[in-house]
């Protein structure tokens, strides 16, 4: 286990409807990136929050947004959705960013179907 | 532009026996890392292995080995003496140093079936 939790498991959406998805980081971990998986296919990185500020983004729309909090939480939020947003969506936690071996621990994600 | 490839969508390995799974990946930037991750039906992605890319010698984690090879731009993992425990989907990442040294970029997977 990676010690990273994401809420809730599943969630079933209306096209229109707005969803927030929550994450929990590992204790000292003050980056968190989200990233969206659609079935089949490698996760994309929506984008990364670093001390509490979005530190890079990928691409995808400005409905896409976050938040991270000082106790190491934080929350995917996706206005106006879409039948695309249908995906597996996982926040990975990491410490201090240096060079490029920092490793990312993935929580289990969060199935997001829109219906 | 695509970053990472992964050429092989399905694998099938015997049970015991070792197994190699592609990936090349692309690059301008001399400092970058390369990763390996397993993805069980669960769907909690796995680190397995790194290799930075001014590592000389290629990496090892137990049963997994990376054959990182630079001049081809490829990253292939090995995996010896397969268990059944291994049938998952595997993914190659690549991160790379420059203004947003956070975009971790993945291939599109492979999926390993490991016959008894």
């Known amino acids: 286990e990676t010690g990273v939790t994401q809420s809730p498991t599943h969630l079933i959406k209306t096209r229109g409807q707005q969803v927030t998805l929550r994450c929990s980081s590992q204790?000292?971990?003050?980056?968190v990136s989200w990233y969206q998986q659609a079935l089949g296919q490698g996760p994309q990185f929506i984008f990364q929050?670093?001390?509490?500020?979005?530190?890079g983004r990928g691409n995808f729309p400005p409905r896409f947004s976050g938040l991270q909090f000082p106790n190491y939480s934080s929350e995917l939020n996706v206005n106006a959705l879409e039948l695309d947003d249908s995906a597996l969506y996982l926040c990975?936690?990491?410490?201090?960013?240096?060079?490029?071996?920092?490793?990312?621990?993935f929580g289990p994600g969060t199935r997001l179907t829109v219906t | 532009a695509q970053k990472i490839t992964q050429t092989q969508p399905g694998m099938f390995v015997q049970e015991k026996e070792a197994v190699t799974l592609d990936c090349t990946y692309d690059?301008?930037?001399?400092?970058?890392?390369l990763f390996w991750y397993k993805q069980p039906s669960s769907g909690e992605m796995i680190f397995l292995i790194y290799?930075?890319?001014?590592?000389?010698q290629n990496a090892t984690e137990g049963r997994y080995s990376l054959n990182f090879q630079k001049a081809r731009k490829s990253a292939n993992l090995v995996i010896s003496a397969s268990q059944l425990g291994d049938s998952a989907m595997y993914f190659c990442?690549?991160?790379?140093?420059?203004?947003?040294?956070?975009?971790?970029?993945f291939g599109a997977g492979t999926r390993l079936t490991v016959k008894p």
């Open positions: 990975a936690s990491s410490l201090p960013r240096g060079d490029s071996s920092y490793e990312q621990y």
């Open positions: 204790s000292g971990h003050n980056t």
């Open positions: 929050y670093y001390r509490e500020e979005e530190n």
């Open positions: 690059t301008s930037d001399q400092s970058y890392g």
């Open positions: 290799q930075g890319s001014y590592d000389e």
């Open positions: 990442a690549m991160r790379e140093l420059g203004v947003y040294d956070n975009d971790m970029r």
